[in-house]
């Protein structure tokens, strides 16, 4: 027994009829009862039946030779076509939504912020090209990326490490000694390690500190033993009598010594005037 339209052929079946006719009471009966059928299913059981139907009908239409009777398939073909992209758009629509409050959350660890902690140690190194300013820090390298954030000017940088140990790592050098490229600057995290890469605007060029204010202390620190504005054997003078404080014995006799020997030329020169 076949099945078209989801109704048995044997309910419509009449007998013979006339050649190029088909053998049911009405075809548009039974067109009306697959719709009246289809209209009490889910969304997904009509897309499925509406399938079904489609495929029937193209199968009856490639069979019909009556022109009503084509008709009639190609309006049914029609109609089944758009009510399945009807339906189509109707489930997709429907679809639930994940709400927000649904949406499986992340499982994030607790940040802890704890205090900061000014780095102050700290060595550095240069090349032609590059200035490196080395930093320890121990079990930085297990750290998330984002949690080493690096900020770089033309004449300074800043460092700050978050969460590591519990506690947040800062450092700030400004007033570098010379311009230091922004773009070509970087850093990197090794073990236990932060390597800050400056990149030197004029290269091949030394630094002899890092920062301006280092030089600037480090120049105080010299001992000024000539003025400009003194005899230069004055200030020879001064700097014999620091290494005289400042020396041991032996070197307190050597000092004496070579001042008696040099006041004893400077009479014979005087007495043979």
């Not at 927000?100 to 900061?116: F, L, R, S």
């Not at 091949?204 to 890092?210: A, F, I």
């Not at 003194?230 to 006799?253: A, F, Q």
Request: hydrophobic content about 30%; some cysteine.
């Amino acid at each position: 027994m076949e099945y078209y339209l989801g109704l048995k052929m044997s309910e419509h079946y009449c007998g013979p009829r006339p050649c190029g006719e088909w053998p049911f009471l009405s075809l548009r009966a039974g067109l009306q009862l697959g719709l009246e059928v289809r209209a009490g299913l889910t969304v997904a059981s009509a897309l499925e039946e509406l399938q079904d139907d489609l495929e029937e009908v193209k199968a009856l239409l490639e069979k019909a030779t009556r022109k009503s009777l084509r008709e009639t398939l190609s309006a049914e073909k029609s109609k089944i076509e758009t009510e399945i992209k009807n339906k189509t758009r109707q489930e997709s629509q429907n679809k639930p939504e994940i709400l927000d409050n649904e949406k499986p959350v992340a499982v994030v660890p607790p940040i802890t912020t704890g205090y900061t902690v000014k780095i102050s140690n700290y060595g550095w190194d240069q090349s032609g090209k590059l200035v490196k300013i080395y930093i320890t820090l121990t079990a930085v390298h297990p750290v998330p990326v984002q949690n080493v954030q690096g900020h770089v000017t033309e004449r300074s940088f800043d460092l700050l490490v978050k969460n590591l140990n519990g506690k947040n790592d800062s450092m700030i050098v400004n007033n570098l000694l010379k311009p230091i490229s922004v773009e070509s600057s970087s850093k990197q995290v090794k073990t236990d390690t932060v390597v800050i890469l400056c990149r030197k605007k004029a290269q091949n060029t030394r630094w002899e500190y890092l920062t301006q204010v280092e030089k600037e202390c480090k120049e105080k620190e010299k001992p000024s033993y000539y003025d400009a504005d003194t005899d230069p054997s004055d200030g020879l003078t001064t700097v014999l009598k620091k290494i005289y404080e400042d020396g041991d014995d032996d070197v307190k006799r050597t000092i004496k010594k070579a001042w008696v020997d040099s006041r004893e030329k400077q009479a014979k020169g005087d007495s043979q005037i």
